[in-house]
T-cell receptor, first 113, second 112 residues
Framework: DVKVTQSSRYLVKRTGEKVFLECVQDMDHENMFWYRQDPGLGLRLIYFSYDVKMKEKGDIPEGYSVSREKKERFSLILESASTNQTSMYLC????????????FGSGTQLSVL | GQQLNQSPQSMFIQEGEDVSMNCTSSSIFNTWLWYKQDPGEGPVLLIALYKAGELTSNGRLTAQFGITRKDSFLNISASIPSDVGIYFCAGGNTGTASKLTFGTGTRLQVTL
């Protein structure tokens, strides 16, 4: 089975801190994605990547950046965390030819105080 | 960015009841998918639909790709406690390197 692992289940950070969320997948998938999940808003795409060192903005990229130095790893960076970035963050991966079939990690619940 | 509207937002049902939920979009998609998120986990793909009018089943779950390509429906028959979770629809256009658009979710709770 595909495994997508997110490094932290819960994180608590302070306003202004730089925050790194890490995601690793073990099935050689080309595509990787970062979503945030908020009640009543569903899943919204922050950034995605089709290949190493490639990144594309999603629907809500403001305040975030990403890094993909290795195929299996996709990092989400909050340059200066703000309270409105308190949310559940979900990482996902997929094969490039089956990009609708996403495999998700268990999520990181981030609280920014 | 666009979001898909799901209805209902949440529902309480009794074990054994059938469940219906739907998802509507202002845009046409050539792929509709349904994901389920168990408490404390990430979403998992349940059903994928690729053709307008298509009806596909996965056990007690049946999903339909709306004929207008702007909507989709999911039915769960004879619900059981492990059906609890959040159900998300997603629309996409396969064949392009495009991203999925997810719905707002339907939270299902089952009482014994």
């Amino acid at each position: 089975d595909v495994k997508v692992t997110q490094s932290s289940r819960y994180l608590v950070k302070r306003t202004g801190e730089k925050v790194f969320l890490e995601c690793v997948q073990d099935m050689d998938h080309e595509n990787m994605f970062w979503y945030r999940q908020d009640p009543g808003l569903g899943l919204r795409l922050i950034y995605f990547s089709y290949d190493v060192k490639m990144k594309e903005k999603g629907d809500i990229p403001e305040g975030y950046s990403v890094s993909r130095e290795k195929k299996e790893r996709f990092s989400l960076i909050l340059e200066s965390a703000s309270t409105n970035q308190t949310s559940m963050y979900l990482c996902a991966s997929s094969l490039i030819r089956l990009n609708e079939k996403l495999f998700f990690g268990s999520g990181t619940q981030l609280s920014v105080l | 960015g666009q979001q898909l509207n799901q209805s209902p937002q949440s529902m309480f049902i009794q074990e054994g009841e059938d469940v219906s939920m739907n998802c509507t979009s202002s845009s046409i998609f050539n792929t509709w998918l349904w994901y389920k998120q168990d408490p404390g986990e990430g979403p998992v793909l349940l059903i994928a639909l690729y053709k307008a009018g298509e009806l596909t089943s996965n056990g007690r779950l049946t999903a339909q790709f709306g004929i207008t390509r702007k909507d989709s429906f999911l039915n769960i028959s004879a619900s059981i406690p492990s059906d609890v979770g959040i159900y998300f629809c997603a629309g996409g256009n396969t064949g392009t390197a495009s991203k999925l658009t997810f719905g707002t979710g339907t939270r299902l709770q089952v009482t014994l």
